[in-house]
């Protein structure tokens, strides 16, 4: 037996309680992050690009199962930096609940997951699995401001090669952001043809295909790499084809399950492409193999006795860290749910439409635009002065951000439109005040053909203005853990600008715009 403090063994009187001491590890991992796992659960289910979630865990614990032979030849010496580990991935647990975000509880799960094994097993045992281990990444869902700014690009990307391989068709086709137009027919890549469905799993399954192959790191790392062009792509190729055969046979060629069973072929073709490209690695370089023999199941030959294990004996980092996870389990299970703080406000149905001289038309939303922005409330209208120009207002309102649900940076929205954003600042608005501060807005120049628009927008957010997409989600966090409030806005200001108008005077226009209109809002987005 070692000292206390050390990371020696604690002898434990029968063989079968290290088992039983890793299982209720595995049991209290379980018990602490089981809204975290429920919430990966539903993502699996509810969305195409995260359903390969599901076959995750077992690929790992194969992998892993393939090292039993290896492992053996180890002692599990554990490490006391693991049971840090478990330690952060803890207090990031405690954070996530505290915020109820679960993006947070999920990643941290992976971390305390990935201490516990290294408090177990030690660095060098740890090295031989931490490979196949790191797979579980790919399980866990980007949070959704992530997503939603690449999903952005893809669509536009997609649809710009679609596009060239349609005209390689000779067919005739103009493009406007994300929209496609035959003349008869219009297209719309749309998010769900964004090729997020490929990318995330073939990524994913690239990673493994690069684990399997036995060939040099250089080689391994362009495979998994590769992923993100081949799907981007073919992707594009089936735009491309979705297109023609839509100014051939009509728009059903782009609904259905045709349109579903195109999208199947080509994910079965990046396959394809992905094994092609491993054949021609293989062949290349000093080492050269026949695939079959470069990308090889390895089964292990006899069960391992584990005699570490079989002594009945635990690394003490393992044993504390158990302790940890215990007391975390028990207040996880003690404490009560924490709920959003209540906020007192207006809806914007009160909202007045006559602003000192400013007289509105107000818009509605269709239910599929409001099914994406998931948002709580929210004022869309074109406002008109004598002698201005319209401009259009638009306050989207979130009363919880917590689960996800969050304002849409226009930097991603915009682009989906067709426009161009061709210059980005940030402004001080003269005498305008938000909140009770100056209010500072982004200035977006965008451009679509012989269009253009100035755009103000910023993120009204628990007393805060806010320009930067990414500090919003730092004081997101922030308030959840401190106040206990996700409420918050965004806020937009849009002014056509012809090419023959003067930039500096639409600017004008729209901050006389911000003194009428923004004072006004603090009734209906608290601070």
């Not at 045992?125 to 690009?153: E, H, K, N």
């Amino acid at each position: 037996m070692s000292t206390i403090g050390g990371t020696g063994p604690v002898t434990a009187p029968r063989v079968w309680q290290p088992w039983m001491t890793i299982l209720l590890a595995a049991v209290l991992l379980v018990a602490i992050f089981r809204e975290g796992l429920q919430d990966m659960i539903r993502a699996w289910s509810a969305r195409e690009e995260y359903s390969h979630g599901f076959a995750l865990p077992f690929v790992a614990a194969f992998l892993v199962w393939q090292k039993k032979e290896v492992l053996r030849t180890l002692p599990f010496s554990g490490s006391w930096f693991g049971f840090a580990v478990v330690c952060t991935g803890l207090a990031f647990y405690v954070a996530g609940e505290l915020s109820t975000l679960f993006i947070i509880v999920e990643y941290a799960l992976l971390v305390a997951f990935a201490g516990l094994l290294l408090a177990l097993l030690g660095w060098k045992a740890f090295r031989t699995i931490a490979a196949p281990l790191l797979i579980l990444v790919f399980m866990v869902p980007l949070p959704d401001f992530l997503l939603q700014a690449l999903s952005g690009q893809l669509q536009l990307v997609s649809s710009q090669i679609g596009v060239a391989i349609i005209r390689l068709l000779d067919i005739s086709v103009f493009l406007e952001g994300n929209v496609i137009d035959l003349g008869n027919f219009k297209l719309q890549v749309v998010e769900a043809c964004s090729g997020l469905r490929y990318l995330f799993p073939l990524m994913a399954l690239a990673y493994i295909a690069a684990y399997l192959f036995r060939a040099a790191a250089w080689k391994r790392v362009i495979v998994f790499l590769s992923s993100i062009p081949i799907t981007v792509l073919m992707n594009s190729f089936r735009i491309g084809v979705i297109g023609m055969l839509v100014d051939r046979f009509g728009v059903s060629m782009a609904e259905g399950f045709l349109h579903d069973f195109e999208g199947w072929v080509i994910f079965m073709a990046c396959i394809f492409v992905l094994v092609l490209e491993m054949w021609a690695l293989a062949r290349i370089g000093k080492h050269r193999l026949p695939l079959r023999d470069a990308f090889r199941l390895d089964y292990p030959v006899r069960m391992p006795s584990l005699p570490h294990l079989a002594s009945g004996t635990m690394p003490r980092p393992f044993v504390a860290a158990i302790a940890a996870l215990a007391v975390v389990a028990a207040l996880s299970f003690s404490l009560p749910h924490r709920v959003e703080a209540p906020v007192h406000r207006k809806s914007f149905f009160e909202f007045p439409l006559d602003l000192g001289g400013w007289r509105a038309t107000p818009k509605r939303m269709d239910p599929m635009e409001l099914d994406a922005l998931k948002l709580d409330d929210y004022i869309l209208a074109d406002f008109v002065g004598v002698d201005r120009r319209p401009v259009n207002f638009y306050v989207a309102y979130y009363a919880s951000q917590r689960k996800g649900e969050s304002a849409h940076s226009p930097r991603s929205c915009i682009p989906g439109g067709g426009w161009e954003i061709t210059d980005l600042t940030q402004r001080t608005i003269a005498n305008v005040q938000a909140a009770g501060r100056p209010l500072r807005v982004n200035r977006v120049i965008i451009e679509k053909g012989d269009s253009r628009q100035l755009v103000y927008y910023w993120f009204q957010q628990r007393g805060r203005i806010i320009t930067n997409e990414y500090a919003v989600k730092w004081y997101l966090l922030w308030d959840a853990l401190t106040r206990n409030r996700t409420d918050g806005a965004l806020v937009r200001l849009v002014t056509f600008v012809s090419r023959d108008q003067d930039l500096a005077a639409a600017d004008t226009e729209l901050a006389a715009f911000a003194h009428s209109a923004v004072g006004v809002l603090d009734g209906y987005i608290p601070r």
